[in-house]
């Protein structure tokens, strides 16, 4: 992903220099004036910055998706837990003042991006997300998951009878639900009538 957010920013990107994939395959032998474009294209630190972006959004992205391992982030929404969704702000924040205080700019040898850049970050960023609920969907559809059966049933005789938020909701090969919401919640084990 990464090496594919520098080639499109060469050789697409609207802001980019949009040159063709042989100048940008044979950048070393760049010669100054004898093409349309200066050689200095190729120290440009946006790309790498891009690429950094990306790095960041994903690996946000899935921070998000790790609340649970097999409930999609639409069933078991993220805002739940605070301290995730603080540190996930934090780390936007440190990202942003890298990119856009200057002399932190300089230090790290990044640049800042336009809001299109950052389109195209997002758009490169955002399939781990659909790529991770498609995940999640065939591992909740599986019947080969008896490990996690067995879990949720230990859990569903627990002498408390409470589940907390770091608990999944879980459905059974018998029909049982065990729902636990972003607080703490009472097991509610209703069968399902087919």
């Given at each position: ?23 940008l395959t044979h950048f070393h032998g760049c010669v100054e004036g004898s093409h349309a474009f200066s050689c200095s294209i190729f120290a440009d630190p946006r790309p790498s910055t891009i690429s950094l972006s990306v790095l960041v959004t994903i690996e946000m992205f899935n921070a998000l998706n790790a609340v649970s391992e097999n409930e999609s982030i639409f069933s078991m ?118």
């Amino acid at each position: 992903t990464l090496a594919v957010t520098q080639f499109g920013w060469y050789l697409f990107h609207v802001g980019g220099p949009q040159i063709s994939w042989y100048d940008l395959t044979h950048f070393h032998g760049c010669v100054e004036g004898s093409h349309a474009f200066s050689c200095s294209i190729f120290a440009d630190p946006r790309p790498s910055t891009i690429s950094l972006s990306v790095l960041v959004t994903i690996e946000m992205f899935n921070a998000l998706n790790a609340v649970s391992e097999n409930e999609s982030i639409f069933s078991m929404p993220p805002w739940c837990n605070k301290w995730l969704m603080g540190a996930i702000a934090t780390s936007f924040g440190l990202h942003f003042v890298i990119l856009y205080v200057p002399f932190f700019a300089g230090l790290f040898g990044v640049a800042p991006i336009s809001f299109d850049e950052w389109t195209a970050v997002i758009a490169f960023s955002f399939p781990i997300i659909i790529i991770d609920e498609i995940l999640k969907f065939v591992s909740r559809n599986s019947r080969k998951a008896p490990a996690a059966v067995a879990r949720a049933k230990k859990q569903r005789t627990s002498s408390s009878g409470r589940a907390y938020s770091a608990l999944e909701q879980h459905e059974h090969d018998d029909g049982e639900q065990i729902t636990v919401s972003c607080e703490m919640a009472e097991y509610d084990s209703t069968h399902k009538v087919e």
